[in-house]
């Protein structure tokens, strides 16, 4: 198995196959949701980058109030989290994908080559 060979190289094939040719893929611990939560960092080649979050936030109301579902594995994880998320959008100008956000998802789409 290649992923096995070569740490990481999964990760870089999926993100050519999704985002297109040139496309920067980083792997990032968002623990919270569950215990091994994480989300991306897209760069894709003549695109916006992206945070896709994943289940960081499970709404814009979420997103907004830093509210943390019950259902998730711990409290103080996700708050860190979304910490993360948003100090990395502030710093780099990157936009935040919410997973369960359905109006995320249209401009996304219609970006892709």
Do not use: C
């Not at 999926?14 to 980083?26: E, P, Q, S």
Request: glycine share 8%; charged share 15%; net charge positive.
């Amino acid at each position: 198995m290649i992923s096995s060979i070569l740490p990481g190289a999964m990760a870089t094939v999926a993100a050519m196959h999704v985002f297109g040719r040139m496309t920067r893929l980083r792997i990032l611990q968002t623990p919270g949701h569950t215990p091994g939560h994480q989300s991306l960092l897209v760069t894709p080649a003549g695109h916006q980058p992206v945070i896709l979050a994943g289940d960081v936030w499970h709404s814009y109301a979420n997103f907004k109030h830093n509210r943390v579902p019950g259902f998730n594995t711990s409290r103080k994880q996700p708050l860190a989290s979304m910490q993360r998320l948003h100090d990395l959008a502030r710093t780099t100008g990157k936009r935040i994908v919410i997973g369960h956000a359905p109006e995320d998802f249209a401009p996304i789409s219609q970006n892709r080559e």
